[in-house]
């Protein structure tokens, strides 16, 4: 069974950052895309950032670059994303996502395995 848990969420001033992590277990001996993905109320889930499985291609949502770094370390099954210089428009459920292949991808039907998301909330 693969398991996604991603942590590092909280509350944050705005101009601050944050660390988020993602674990993954039960996909070690597979080739996995990861990426990240948010959803604030009233929106619909949106991209914010892939990697492909050897770390060395990676994609920004516009709204993220310069101020988010996605990076992962696949001997330990895991999908950062750091986040610096946030904003209030930030705030945001973010959700680690996994998917078969070496490539990421912008869609979110292109994901098989997702966490539970962790909040990030940054005040003004």
């Known amino acids: 069974q693969v398991q996604l848990v991603e942590s590092g969420g909280g509350l944050v001033q705005a101009g601050g950052s944050l660390r988020l992590s993602c674990v993954a277990s039960?996909?070690?001996?597979?080739?996995?895309?990861m990426a990240w993905f948010r959803q604030a109320p009233g929106k619909e889930r949106e991209f914010v950032a892939g990697i492909s499985w050897s770390g060395g291609s990676k994609y920004y949502a516009n709204f993220v670059k310069g101020r988010f770094t996605i990076s992962r370390d696949n001997a330990k099954n895991s999908v950062y994303l750091e986040m610096d210089s946030l904003k209030p428009e930030d705030t945001s459920v973010y959700y680690c996502a996994a998917r078969g292949g070496i490539y990421y991808s912008t869609a979110m039907g292109d994901y098989r395995y997702w966490g539970q998301g962790t909040q990030v909330t940054v005040s003004s």
């Open positions: 039960g996909l070690s001996s597979s080739t996995y895309a």
